[in-house]
């Protein structure tokens, strides 16, 4: 568990890698943004482009218009993708975990229906997990979706949903069942369809300026029985192993990347030795935590499901996030930043809270790691 | 790891974890020679790890040097096969330091050796003279100095300080594997307040925290040790000397926290581990050292050259 094994990237991965930056270089005009957060640029155009080109969805079977290529081709692409900056938080919802949540418990109607809209990179997905008063005590949540006629009527909160004003479809976890004494028995995931389902969706601005996240208030919102995915009553094992996926991947330690880049950029050819010394110690943390998420990817590769693997690499990344804006301006200090440095890291300082909060806290993670150490 | 290096870093942890115990080390920071397991270190080939013609090589070496600082070997086992790698010669025993002014410093077991090797920036020097005087490093473990004297130059194709730094790295990833091991027992065992102290959350998260920065510890060592004859191993071993040598204060600190006024004794053996991490993350460049020199080579790409250079890297 604590051994990451070695993983080397393909040859094709390596292709591929050459072909992503063919491309980035391509849409030079609309790159780098100032940021590489995974969350903060919403380019449907951008993303159609990606979906084009087949590097979305791209691991899942060809019939749903996925590539059958390999986790490491994934990797290859989503951490070329986030270096650079490039505004991909339409699709990365539904490529990352919507989708092969759907590809895994999902009905082969529902895999028609959604799957090819994903890898053409035109459908979105938002997560509705988070509610009022459910946060990391996720089996507390109270939305409802109790059975009317033909399908079920949902009542009740979701929280923080991110680009849930954007996209199209939602993945919530909700009760069938009202609450028992098995805290994990009666949720279900149902999916929404955020445009015309009729659910009240209201933006929220968060404290970097952006307006990213969202209220979504659910009144007597009627939905179709196939809505659900997987069987109900099922909902608990499904949320788990979504999670998997969530947290091993580069966004969570390449958030602050661009910080990284004008640092370097800002210290030009002949850095003082206490700023070489600093872009050293920023490179053994990025190059290690890289090593890790590919070792995961190669365990995803293999079917298994590395949930404490996963943990300790968003452990880590995240630390390591907000960890080196701090490094790179304590560098700088006393020489003026130039705009770019400015800039980013202004925008990544601004977002560097949510980063040990989204897809689970610091303190939510380390319990996963206690418990995967024998220790809970 | 292939199969062969499997065997070879099982069957020393079966030789180590048998014949390497609190007594011996004990008997080690008081200046006893540890005559008995470099013996059976001799008998059992280990002294020829990575020397050309044994049927090892070098990275059978490194993965060895893990599991003996996980045993918190008290003897110089890198120094001990890196003479007879050099000499091509079945030494008695032989250790290695570096060349400062005019003399050989920081030699493991210097007294006992029967031929010295000193790094100097020109190359290696084999050192006649034996009347090495005795000191030790922040952990007990012998590190001599000898007059330099006849100065003999020794023909070498490795890196020599490089392969010393990749020994730190690994014996500090096995040792960081046991001071983890050691802090889970002992925090699962401890009972306040009517409960083991592991059963607290602050306990549990700070183990947490000790586990994440080992895993980071033994990736980093690993890479560095695969990328052994590429032309990245000076990046890697860089990488890898730099984040270990970050992990030794966080894990360190924790552990002896997580072990209260037990793990402050002499008696405990916590402190033949943690100390030995204090002291080698020291030996062959401290953080600072590695992490300019891993600067400098990142800085050479440029801000946007840097995530070419980076992702090459496996
Ligand atoms: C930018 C951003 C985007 C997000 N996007 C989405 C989204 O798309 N969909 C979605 O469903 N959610 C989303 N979230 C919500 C996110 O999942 C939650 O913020 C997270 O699960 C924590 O819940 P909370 O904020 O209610 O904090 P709480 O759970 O109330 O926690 C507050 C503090 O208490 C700590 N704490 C809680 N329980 C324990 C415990 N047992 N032991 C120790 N400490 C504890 C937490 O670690 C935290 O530090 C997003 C959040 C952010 C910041």
């Known amino acids: 568990m604590l051994t990451f094994d070695r993983a080397e990237l393909p040859a094709e991965a390596e292709t591929l890698r050459a072909e992503v930056r063919e491309f980035l270089k391509s849409n030079s005009a609309r790159l780098p943004r100032p940021n590489s957060d995974f969350t903060t640029g919403h380019d449907p155009a951008f993303s159609a482009q990606l979906g084009a080109r087949g590097w979305i969805g791209m691991t899942w079977p060809l019939e749903y218009g996925g590539r059958g290529r390999s986790f490491f081709e994934r990797y290859v692409v989503t951490e070329e993708l986030l270096a650079a900056g490039a505004p991909v938080s339409a699709h990365w919802i539904a490529d990352r975990q919507s989708g092969p949540l759907l590809l895994r418990y999902g009905s082969e109607q529902q895999k028609a229906a959604y799957l090819p809209g994903i890898t053409r990179g035109e459908s979105y997905f938002s997560i509705g997990m988070s509610e009022p008063n459910t946060g990391s005590d996720l089996a507390s949540v109270r939305t409802t979706a109790y059975r009317m006629g033909d399908g079920y009527l949902v009542n009740g909160t979701k929280l923080w949903s991110t680009d849930a004003h954007r996209n199209h479809y939602m993945v919530a976890l909700v009760r069938t069942e009202p609450a028992s004494d098995n805290r994990h028995a009666g949720l279900s995931q149902v999916l929404i369809d955020l445009k015309n389902d009729g659910a009240q969706v209201r933006p929220i601005r968060n404290m970097a300026g952006g307006e990213d996240f969202n209220e979504i208030v659910f009144t007597d919102v009627l939905i179709p029985e196939d809505r659900v995915v997987g069987n109900p009553g099922n909902g608990w094992e499904q949320v788990t192993s979504e999670l998997s996926y969530e947290r091993s991947g580069p966004e969570r330690f390449l958030s602050a990347y661009r910080v990284f880049v004008e640092f370097i950029k800002a210290v030009g050819k002949n850095p003082l030795p206490h700023q070489s010394a600093a872009i050293g110690r920023i490179t053994a943390h990025l190059a290690t935590l890289r090593r890790m998420s590919i070792s995961v990817a190669g365990m995803l590769e293999e079917g298994k499901t590395p949930a404490v693997e996963a943990a300790l690499v968003k452990e880590l990344g995240n630390n390591f996030e907000k960890l080196l804006p701090e490094i790179a301006r304590l560098a700088l200090s006393g020489s003026p930043p130039s705009e770019g440095f400015r800039q980013a890291m202004t925008d990544t300082l601004l977002l560097s809270p949510s980063f040990t909060l989204r897809g689970g806290t610091r303190e939510i993670l380390r319990g996963v790691i206690a418990r995967g150490l024998g220790l809970r | ?314």
């Open chain 2, 1 to 314: 790891m292939n199969d062969t290096t499997n065997l070879i870093a099982e069957s020393a942890e079966k030789m180590f974890s048998d014949l390497v115990n609190k007594a011996v080390l004990d008997k080690a920071e008081e200046g006893v020679f540890a005559d008995e397991i470099w013996r059976a270190i001799c008998a059992n080939g280990f002294d020829q790890l990575g020397v050309t013609g044994s049927g090892t090589g070098l990275a059978d070496l490194f993965h060895v040097l893990v599991v003996a600082g996980k045993h918190a070997l008290p003897l110089p086992l890198a120094e001990a096969c890196l003479v007879n790698r050099w000499l091509g010669s079945n030494e008695v025993f032989g250790s290695i330091g570096c060349v400062e002014a005019s003399q050989i410093v920081d030699v493991p077991w210097g007294r006992q050796a029967s031929v010295i090797i000193g790094i100097a920036p020109e190359g290696l020097v084999r050192n006649k003279g034996k009347n090495a005087r005795a000191g030790v490093n922040l952990a007990g473990e012998a590190r001599d100095s000898v007059e330099l004297d006849a100065q003999e130059s020794v023909a070498c194709i490795d890196d020599p300080f490089a392969l010393l730094t990749l020994s730190r790295v690994c014996l500090m990833a096995g040792a960081m594997q046991t001071v983890l091991d050691l802090t889970l027992r002992f925090a699962q065992e401890r009972e306040q307040f009517g409960r083991p102290i592991s059963k607290f959350q602050v306990i549990q998260h700070q183990l947490a925290v000790i586990a994440a920065e080992f895993a980071a510890s033994l990736k980093a060592a690993d890479a560095a040790v695969e990328a052994l004859g590429t032309d990245r191993f000076i990046t890697d071993l860089a990488i890898a000397k730099a984040r270990i040598g970050e992990a030794v204060g966080v894990v360190n600190e924790l552990a002896h926290q997580i072990h209260g006024a037990m793990g402050y004794t002499h008696e405990h053996q916590l402190h033949h581990f943690t100390r030995r991490l204090w002291a080698w993350r020291e030996e062959y460049g401290d953080e600072i050292y590695w992490q300019t020199r891993l600067g400098a080579i990142v800085v050479e790409q440029g801000g946007d050259g840097a995530w070419d250079y980076l992702a090459t890297s496996r």
